[in-house]
């Protein structure tokens, strides 16, 4: 995991006006509860130099772990970040179980109170909390309905720590996968091991372990399997590996294909038009500084691309784009639009690039407005009707900015602002059309108080809401603050499924000694708090052509008033480069019969599963049915 040295603090530049519910959740969070934010009096103030000359606040252990030779070679914002490496190594004590226990309630007490001033048929409501067996860092919602989850083995429980094995070599540096089945509920009955393939790393030890794929990037194929690429070769600040996995849901087994040419340390993973997927950036096998501009494909030209649940890649190699991606940060925003190039916002504002797949080209686009760096933070593809997105929206990434910005047809345009700067946010497009912000924090694990201090400014436990028009307003809020490493999907039936934060979940773990050491969290939309469904009973069980019709089944067909395709997620480190929005047209009514034409062309909609959900007239979503499209269909 990196931990790049945060930009000095700024002044908050003034945001709009809030309503009378959303600014007293704000003070509530803010200045009312047990755990609310505060500056550590001793905390420390120099001030680094360029374009933000603010004062930065560092902690004292970082200060007293700095190298005066380190400063001269590096320069005071990279030598830091080795600083705070060596202080988290470190440590500073233990971490009381007493104290993960009142956190936990001083959480739900405060969220209980908070949330009580939230109508749910407006705002929607939390309804469940429970544990998990893993981190969540990384996620994946299957075309089985259950949602993949994956991380690491953590060699530390205390939170001021680092608990990831990033600097760490050998059979430590191990990677470990889980399942959720929401059929099954929320107990530990509903989770099942799904352990990565048995890698002997190259780091000379000899000491195979499974594969230490977190910090990797992800898409989904064709066929609904999740190709899943890079990961930690470990030392040296975050060294990439070249590992190239794939995950098959219908047997729920992983397969290793041959390694990228390259090492990946925080790749973006991209799924375009002809079904292929493009695997760019990341920290190389050198270690941090090495970003890599190598662009790779999977699977390499000459091979098929996998469409059936059958054909599991296998043995199944990598080959080199033509292009070059020079991202100097990595896990840049990589979106297939409807035109069928794919677009890299990268989180430097001048690397803003457009590939053409085909031509297997680079162009440039125009540069981001905003004119400076965004930290990690989200973006999403905004509905694009029945021919697929054409635009995008960066948000996340500044913590000191609330700013939205639009891309669409080659230009940049401000959208409405949300109500706060965040990072680690995670935004979420929902099967109505509307976005959902969730999650977020002030830095990499920096909650407000310095990194690794959990304790959070609780204004980033607040969910924000975007209607079709555009407009933001801040919502209730979770149990747990979630920051890096944070995620969020919307599941088939229509509610949120939040995870992620291994800090904050091993801060508030009520037992640290069990097998459950993260936490689930469930939002039900304001949708379910409005009445009742449309119901979608039947849809294809096999894959559909592009513009072509097909039958769907309703008992309720006076409630559907439109049909639409969702996306699923994956995602991690705030990047979700899978989650898309399309209308279908409704040609025909006939009874309980509904005949549906498919989007126009893969460009619209990359082949592989979607989620087909019945809206009536007010946004109520039915319960989702799952259906392929595919350009052999």
Known sequence: MSLPTPRPRRRPRSSRRLS??????????????????????????????????????TAPRVLAELRDDEVAALGPEHAEEHARMRAAVRGIGDYPQTTRINRLK?????????????????????????????????????PTGKVLVFSFERIESNPEKEPAPTQTT???????????????GSGAGAFTKVTPPVVDMPDGLDQPRPAPFFCAGHSFLPNGMLGVFGGNLGGNGGTGAKLSLVFDPWTETWTRNPDMSVGRWY???????????????????????????VVERFPAKGYDVPQTKTQVPRNTP????????????????????????????????????????????????????????????????????????????ILGGDRDNPSTLRFSNGNWTAEKSRAFGRTQDDTLLMPDGTLMTVNGAYDIRDYGNGPYNPNADLKYRQTELRDAQGNWRLGPVQRLPRGYHSNAVVLPDGRVMVTGDELQQLANDPDINDDMNGTIEIYEPAYLHQGNRPSLDRAPTTAIGYDKKFQVTTSTPERAAKAVLLAPT??????????????????????????????PDAKAAPPGWYMLFLLNDQGVPSVAQWVQLSSSA
């Open 20 to 57: 009378a519910v959303a600014t007293a959740a704000v003070v509530a969070l803010t200045a009312g509860t047990l755990l609310a934010a505060v500056t550590p009096a001793t905390a420390l103030v120099r001030t680094h130099g360029g374009d933000d000359t603010a004062p930065h606040v």
């Open 106 to 142: 001083a959480l739900t007490d405060s969220q209980t109170r908070t949330n009580a001033g939230f109508d749910p048929t407006v705002f929607g409501a939390f309804k469940e909390y429970f544990p998990s067996p893993d981190f969540g860092d990384h996620i994946a919602l299957l």
């Open 570 to 599: 994956t995602s991690t480190h705030s990047v979700n480069t899978s989650q898309r929005h399309l209308e279908l047209r409704l040609s025909s009514r006939a009874g309980n019969r509904l005949e549906l034409q498919a989007p």
């Open 318 to 393: 990598v080959d080199r784009f033509k292009a070059d991606a020079p991202f100097s940060l990595d896990y840049p925003h990589l979106f297939s639009l409807r035109d069928g190039n794919v677009y890299g916002f990268g989180r430097h504002a001048a690397e803003q690039w457009r590939f053409d797949p085909v031509a297997e080209s680079r162009s440039d686009l125009t540069a981001r407005p905003d004119g400076h760096k965004r930290n990690y933070g989200s973006a999403v593809m905004l509905p694009g009707g029945v021919n697929g997105p054409d635009s995008a929206l």
């Open 267 to 293: 790749p973006s993973v991209v799924t375009g038009a002809d079904g292929r997927q493009l695997i760019m950036s990341g920290q190389s096998e050198l270690g941090w500084g090495t970003p890599t501009p």
């Open 170 to 184: 050998g059979k430590e540096n191990a990677g470990r996968a889980y399942l959720w089945d929401p059929a099954k």
